[in-house]
């Protein structure tokens, strides 16, 4: 019963427009985390990727939960649209790296094709000025696994090659987030 009472308070809370997230034209800060792509783990560094192009840097509440299913699934299904755009992409989450290589491998996920980088700490997340809020305990994923840690705010930044936050998309659902950081690496790239 609590689970079911939590599960809609956490989807709202999610859904919630970024209140306070880095505004567009803010420097975007530099981070390097652990990650996984396609279960295999390796150091995201967000400096060595700008130098490819820009970055498309969603934050999302926990892996193996319905919103950020929809999400992950999303971003793997567009992710060539995004190379075309040249935009990296690359999501961050409050889960460990272990439960992060198996998201990443999931073909109903991130189908191996978009990296996860792990913020156990909230660290990363709050430097994007993000809301964490603490683990819900008895809340349960997809699979019926209990998510121990906490949770940022679901909002993307797409950052340019110049490091400053072009665009910043937040209060839409999942894939409407997903659509917008699209169109938003799209005009990057037809600025050049």
């Known amino acids: 019963?609590?689970?079911?009472?939590?599960?809609?308070?956490?989807?709202?809370?999610?859904?919630?427009?970024?209140?306070?997230?880095?505004?567009?034209g803010a420097a975007a800060p530099d981070f390097t985390a652990p990650a996984s792509l396609a279960g295999k783990p390796f150091t995201f560094s967000l400096q060595a990727a700008l130098k490819k192009?820009?970055?498309?840097?969603?934050?999302?509440?926990?892996?193996?939960?319905?919103?950020?299913?929809?999400?992950?699934?999303?971003?793997a299904v567009n992710q060539d649209k995004f190379t075309a755009a040249g935009a990296t992409i690359i999501g961050v989450s409050l889960d460990s790296l272990a439960r992060l290589n198996e998201f990443s491998a999931d073909p109903e996920y991130c189908g191996g094709k978009i990296p996860v980088a792990s913020d156990?700490?909230?660290?990363?997340?709050?430097?994007?000025?993000l809301k964490v809020?603490?683990?819900?305990?008895?809340?349960?994923?997809?699979?019926?696994?209990?998510i121990t840690h906490g949770y940022a705010e679901r909002t993307t930044f797409v950052v340019?090659?110049?490091?400053?936050?072009?665009?910043?998309?937040g209060g839409v659902s999942p894939t409407k987030n997903v659509e917008a950081a699209l169109a938003e690496a799209e005009k990057l790239s037809a600025r050049k």
């Open 1 to 24: 019963m609590l689970t079911r009472a939590l599960v809609p308070m956490l989807a709202l809370a999610c859904s919630l427009p970024a209140v306070a997230a880095l505004p567009p």
């Open 53 to 75: 192009g820009p970055v498309v840097v969603y934050f999302y509440p926990s892996a193996f939960t319905s919103g950020c299913n929809a999400q992950a699934h999303a971003f």
């Open 120 to 129: 156990e700490s909230g660290a990363i997340a709050k430097s994007y000025e």
């Open 133 to 146: 809020a603490a683990a819900q305990p008895g809340y349960k994923d997809t699979r019926g696994a209990e």
């Open 160 to 169: 340019g090659r110049d490091g400053k936050v072009a665009a910043t998309v």
